[in-house]
């Protein structure tokens, strides 16, 4: 209990780097997986090869391992002295992305055939069947599975605090450091996790129940 | 085929659009990965030297140890989630509420909570009664790290095992308990066996997580795959530079490897279920691999059978 008490900055500033990391990379994983899904059901074939690549390397790779690129290899790409947030948010983006195009991918095959059919009847090309016909109707289908999938980015962001990002698990490091008693720690931790994954799993029910429409 | 409703076969004319288009996004692609190659090039990080590293032959035991390890650790993770899963699963089921609820609460717990989190506290409380568990050396790292992934995956797996036994059609139990089976023979030799069955492809997938979660063990200087290299990268240095990009590319390699194998091992088993007519669908194998990560995915995403399929 006093742990909590007494270090209520620190565990505040590990809530909200927890919170800032996973909006921000969730951000970026929503772009990039649904530019990915696009690559994927396109018309041409070297863009599908690329998301098919994408979907492969960065879903079977451990996201430990992406973290290691993001710290060493991406800021002799870039420039070096990236903040670790930046390289946080990649590493978690990148790897999210991946899981965020199959979910995409996945809810544009539920869109019923005839839906894409009438829209090329009347002459809209690819990207307008896309982005009017199938993407709105497959937005409905993918909110359950994006709502597990950024639950897991909230829970694996914790590996950001293992490389010098301030979020929960890096709070909790240092405090079992100083010699606090790990059991509280990991209770308070767990309790703040719980909140954020609640509030997620809360605003994507609310979603859905709003685009709910009878097909 | 997904692709195919998008768009129609192209006639002459998308034909050349789309091979404009394919021209110029693989420019584009070729072009962000010719950056990176020069850039890395500039710094000398395509330096042969530097790539030869991985010829020398006790970089390559080195890395040999780091995968015996890590395959050490999946496998007895792997072993004790499946029990622990099966275990919860039939808690979960139980007619008795405390059993019920204990079993809930379990998987509910260890499910919320970042694995990462589960294993580094495991790790601090064996640390500090290493002498009462009798632990020496590796062996805290080791069972830290087994152990949580055991209470997480194993939570999963009950998750997934719960979806296969309530996919068991109704018939099947009611037959059971007709011709006079107790709970537990009905649960061992009726529900279970198909329950697996039909979750065998979700299952394996949710192992694919399990084997990348080995590198957790990083975090807690546990020396897998991931800690080996990055000892390694950081003591190797060539020209006063370290070795992270060869070694992280032949880790890469190697993870990669291993997690499609398991994968095509998942999918092989979803398209054989497939063929046989038992009347229970088969789950598809590349769902865990999302849902098992998340909390509360399970319940809708994997339950097996035709409600995905026909949506």
Aim: hydrophobic share 55%; proline share 4%; with cysteine.
């Amino acid at each position: 209990m006093n742990v909590l008490l007494d270090h209520l900055p620190e565990f505040r500033d590990g809530f909200l780097g927890t919170i800032a990391l996973t909006a921000a990379s969730a951000a970026l994983a929503l772009v990039l997986g649904i530019l990915m899904a696009g690559f994927r059901v396109s018309p041409v074939p070297p863009l599908r090869a690329f998301g098919t690549a994408w979907v492969t390397l960065l879903r079977n790779t451990p996201l430990t391992l992406l973290f290691l690129v993001a710290f060493f290899v991406v800021p002799l790409i870039l420039f070096p002295g990236i903040s670790p947030f930046v390289l946080a948010t990649l590493a978690l983006g990148f790897y999210t992305s991946s899981f965020v195009c199959e979910a995409v991918r996945s809810g544009i095959s539920t869109v019923p055939l005839g839906q894409a059919e009438a829209a090329r009847s009347i002459g809209m090309t690819f990207m307008q069947t896309l982005r009017m016909i199938v993407l709105p109707q497959a937005t409905r289908t993918v909110i359950p599975p994006l709502s597990s999938i950024f639950i897991a980015l909230t829970k694996n962001s914790a590996i950001a605090g293992a490389f010098s990002n301030t979020e929960l698990f890096n709070v909790s490091k240092l405090l079992s450091d100083k010699g606090f008693a790990i059991g509280w720690i990991f209770l308070w931790i767990a309790l703040a996790y719980l909140v954020i994954t609640f509030t997620i799993s809360g605003v994507f029910r609310l979603l859905e129940r709003r685009l709910e429409v009878a097909r | 085929m997904t692709a195919s409703v998008l768009y129609d076969a192209p006639g002459p004319k998308a034909k050349v659009r789309n091979r404009v288009y394919a021209v110029v996004g693989s420019l584009a692609i070729l072009g962000l990965l010719v950056f990176a190659v020069l850039r890395l090039d500039a710094k000398g990080q395509l330096n042969p030297e530097l790539w030869d590293i991985l010829n020398y032959a006790n970089v390559r035991t080195n890395i040999l140890n780091g995968v015996l390890t890590t395959l050490q650790v999946f496998a007895v993770a792997a072993v004790l989630s499946l029990v622990l899963g099966v275990l919860l699963a039939v808690g979960r089921l139980s007619d008795h509420k405390p059993v019920r609820w204990l079993a809930t609460g379990f998987i509910e717990l260890f499910r919320a909570i970042p694995l990462l989190i589960t294993i580094y506290a495991l790790w601090v409380l064996f640390l500090s009664y290493q002498s009462e568990l009798g632990f020496t050396g590796e062996g805290t790292q080791f069972w830290a790290l087994v152990i949580g992934l055991t209470v997480y995956n194993g939570s999963v797996q009950a998750e997934v095992l719960r979806a296969g036994i309530n996919a068991v059609p109704k018939g099947q139990r009611e037959a059971a308990y007709a011709i006079g089976m107790r709970k537990t023979q009905v649960m061992t030799t009726v529900l279970m066996p198909q329950a697996i069955r039909a979750m065998l492809p979700t299952i394996i997938s949710q192992l694919v997580v399990t084997l990348k979660d080995t590198s957790l063990g990083f975090v807690i200087t546990y020396e897998e795959l991931l800690y080996t290299l990055r000892l390694m990268a950081q003591n190797t240095t060539i020209n006063e530079q370290d070795t992270y990009l060869p070694l992280i590319v032949a880790g890469g390699v190697i993870y990669v490897a291993m997690c499609l194998a398991l994968s095509a091992l998942a999918n092989w088993i979803e398209r054989r279920g497939r063929r046989a007519k038992t009347g229970i669908a088969v789950a598809e194998a590349g769902q865990a691999v999302t849902a098992g990560d998340a909390m509360g995915a399970i319940d809708g995403a994997t339950t097996p059978g035709p409600v995905d399929k026909t949506g």
